[in-house]
Structure formats: C-alpha cells, structure tokens
C-alpha cells in the first residue's frame, strides 16, 4: 500500500492570512481499489488581518438567499463511455531506483450554476439532486484512481449564502457548500481556485469555498495558497494563478518557490487561468508571455492552463510541456453546448484530460517528464453546439477523438503525431536539461 503525505502550505502574506481555520490534519483514501492514504498536515499564519484578492464582489443585499444542498441520491442511470478495450496495464519497474509521480488535470468544473437558473429542471443543481453526486464523473473514475493527485480549475464558489454577489458581472456562479462531496466521491484531491469566478460572491464566497473544500480534505492552490505533494520522499508544489491576480501575487509565487526549493521540493507545476474565451484561434501572447515567465523565470516544471473554454495546443519550453488550454470539463455554467460565434467550429463541447509521469532519480533529482491527453467531450449526450449539456463528461474514440486531436494540433506548432489504437495521445519523454523547445 503507497502512503501519500500531502502537506499544504497555507499562504502567509505580510498583510496576514487568507485561512485561519485550517484542520490540523485530514485523513482520506484516493481509491476503494488500492485504499492508498492521503494526509494533509496543514499550518497556517497568526498574524495580521486577512488581504483579500482584487477585485472583491460588489453590491450586497439587503438579505443572504439560503441555498440548502440537495438530495444526494444514488444515481441510477448513466453507462461509462464506449471504449476500445484496454489490457490493465503493467508497470515496468523503473530502472536504478528512479521513482515516479503521475499527475492529472482536467479544464473548468463549476458545482453549481447562476442563481436565476438554479430551480430549473435542466441546471448543475437539479441533475446532481435528481442523479446523485457520483453522476459527473462517473465515466473518469479509471483515470482519477490510478494517480497520484487529480486536479481541476474550480471556477465558481461554494457557499450557500448570496451575500456580496458581484451584481456587475454578467455571470456569477455558486453551488451550495455540501457540492465538496462531489469531488471526494470521484477521486479529485485538489482545485486550482485562481480565476475570474471564485470572487463571484465576495469575500464570503471566497472563505466559504476554501472552508467547504478543506472540510472534505480537498487541498486548493491559488493567489497565495499553494500546496507540496509528496510520496516516496518526492515533494511536489503547486501553485496557481489568473491573469487579473498575477501581479499581486507573483512576488509570493517566487518567493515561495525558491523557499520550497530550499526545503528539498523537487519539482513545481503553476497553472494559469488566462487567455480569450472561445478564441477561434490560437493561444494569446498573455499566455505564452506567462508560460515562459514561469518555466523560464520561476523554474516550473510543468504548466497547465485554463479560461477560454476551448482546448488548444501543448507547447515544449526548457524541455518541460505546456498546455494552454485543457477546455471545459464539468462546467455548470452552461446548460447547453456553446460555440464561438466567429467560428462555430471552435466549441466548448470537447475536452481534454492531461495525465502527467514526472521522474526522479533515486536522490530526488529531477530526470524530466512523458504523459497522456485523454480526449473528451464534456457531456455525455452532446454532440453538437447547442445540444443540451448533461455535465457528465466522458472519454471520446475515432472521429469524436480525432476531432478533439485536430484542434489541439491547430494550436501547435510541431506535430504531436497520431492517437495510439486506445484513442490516447501519447506525450513522449522530455530528458532534463538535453533538448531545447520545440520551434515552428
């Protein structure tokens, strides 16, 4: 049985801390299958008042709208994706000691939907009520239980209190605080909290996310949060942040890194939540401007990104992959399929999940990366931009696959080659340190 210890560093600014109430230790299982243990020790600063992000929620109510969970009944309905059949697979033993850690990172979940849609038979709330809470990622769950950590883009808060609603933005997204389960129900163990969603509700809504999510042993990078990951002696840290934040907290970003990096951690991932949203082209200039700032700058050895709703391409820098954008995922903010309306071809329809394998020495050294993209499609009835979404993504195999390749490769500028006979893309293995970035 592998033993996981997780520790989570909560953030201390010089202005104070963002969560003071963290439990001192949370016990949970990644799989029923291998019960491998997590734990996460956490700590957290005394002094000073809590900084909040910019920009806070505007405009308060004049009374908090309750929003009770819903019924988590066992979901009744729903088969996993028809795939290819697939041999269990056999782990080599790596050679000379080396040791290994696999990662996966899916694009944007929202729990919970806009408070004008909640109550209607179609909404995030009234499928996970009518469903049960194992109905979104029942077709991940071979995925999500054989790694060591999954991570999504939470992109909305989790707070049963309306308070603080932002009234100036046109979406604002939330799902009741007991939604946390849907993530410990299916294997996810961390959330990326940085993006233009999780101030939806204000500081309430952002204090109560982080409480509902350290509640169920969910750990949470963003802002100043982040996290270390270690199994085998290996340390991890993870750290993420959105393009409206990113001047505020770079400094703790590099500050924090190079501690981590002092205390033995052998390798840091940063996501992102930058970007256009349904760009009907390629990656911006903002995100390559900050995936080279953090490889090159911050020393990340891995890069994930989120925002435009749409996937798009994998880029090499310093031998270490970059991945601009992994689409939607499980999002309940749209109740239907959407397109980009200068290209209906651009859709949030597909999807993709990234599966990491970073390898170490005996020592701890890094010896660099290979991985998987995994294509999807974010529900699993859609087909086509318009059709309604049932928030139950699923793998996808031949032209669905090769759909989901072709725009991933449109953003890409070397040729990532061809989906292996199981529908998976294969990332090959990036040596530390013995080849330069991939050139147009």
């Known amino acids: 049985m592998k033993q996981l210890l997780v520790l989570l560093t909560v953030a201390v600014m010089e202005m104070g801390i963002l969560f003071p109430d963290a439990p001192a230790r ?35 109510p004049d009374r908090a709208s309750p929003l009770p969970p819903p019924e988590n009944t066992p979901a009744a309905r729903g088969t996993a994706a028809q795939a290819p059949k697939r041999e269990k697979a056999t782990e080599t033993p790596l050679p000379n000691g080396e040791k290994k850690v696999t990662l996966t990172f899916t694009g944007d979940v929202t729990l919970g939907s806009e408070d004008i849609l909640r109550g209607k ?25 054989a790694d060591d950590l999954t991570l999504v883009n939470l992109e ?29 129900e299916s294997s996810i163990e961390a959330c990326a909290i940085s ?12 204090d109560s996310t982080m409480a509902a999510l350290s509640a169920e042993g969910i750990l949470y990078c963003g802002n100043d ?19 409206t934040y990113v001047n505020t907290y770079a400094s ?21 939540h930058a970007g256009q949203e349904y760009s009907p082209r390629r990656r911006s200039r903002d995100q390559e401007f900050y995936a080279r700032t ?24 310093k031998n270490r992959y970059v991945f601009y954008s992994l689409g939607n995922f499980c999002f309940g903010g749209n109740s239907v399929i959407r397109a980009s309306g200068k290209d209906p071809a651009v859709r949030a329809l597909e ?34 931009a318009g059709d309604p979404n049932d928030f139950q993504p699923k793998l996808v195999f031949g032209e669905d696959a090769q759909g989901v390749l072709k725009r991933i490769q449109f953003d890409t500028l070397f040729d990532l080659g061809e989906l292996n006979r199981e529908g998976i893309l294969e990332l090959p293995f990036l040596e530390n340190g013995k080849a330069e970035e991939k050139k147009e």
């Not at 909305?156 to 979406?171: H, I, P, Q, R, V």
């Not at 993006?195 to 952002?206: A, V």
């Not at 340390?235 to 393009?243: E, R």
Request: aromatic residues 10%.
């Open 26 to 60: 949370i016990l949970r299982e990644k799989s029923a299958g291998e019960r491998s243990a997590v734990t996460a020790a956490v700590s957290a600063g005394t002094e000073g008042p809590a900084q909040e992000p910019s920009p806070a929620g505007t405009g308060v």
């Open 121 to 145: 038979p179609d909404s995030f709330d009234s499928v996970a009520a009518r469903e049960g809470y194992g109905w979104f990622f029942r077709n991940m769950q071979d995925l999500f239980t």
């Open 156 to 184: 909305g808060t989790l707070t049963n209190s309306s308070l603080m609603e932002d009234t100036g933005k046109t979406f604002r997204f939330r799902g009741p605080t007991d939604f946390a389960k849907i993530l410990t």
């Open 195 to 206: 993006n233009n969603h999780i101030m939806d509700f204000g500081r309430q809504g952002y």
């Open 225 to 243: 949060h982040s996290f270390v990951l270690e199994k085998d002696g290996i340390k991890i840290g993870f750290f993420a942040l959105g393009s």
């Open 252 to 272: 703790y970003v590099v500050n924090t890194i190079a501690r981590m990096r002092k205390e033995g951690v052998n390798a840091i991932v940063i996501c992102f």
């Open 294 to 317: 953090a490889v090159e700058e911050w020393g990340a050895d891995l890069v994930i990104m989120h925002h435009p709703h749409v996937v798009q391409g994998v880029d090499i820098l």
């Open 351 to 384: 999807s993709m999940v990234v599966q990491m394998d970073l390898r170490f020495s005996a020592e701890g050294e890094y010896l660099g990366q290979s991985g998987r993209i995994y294509p999807c499609f974010i529900s699993s009835s859609a087909e086509k």
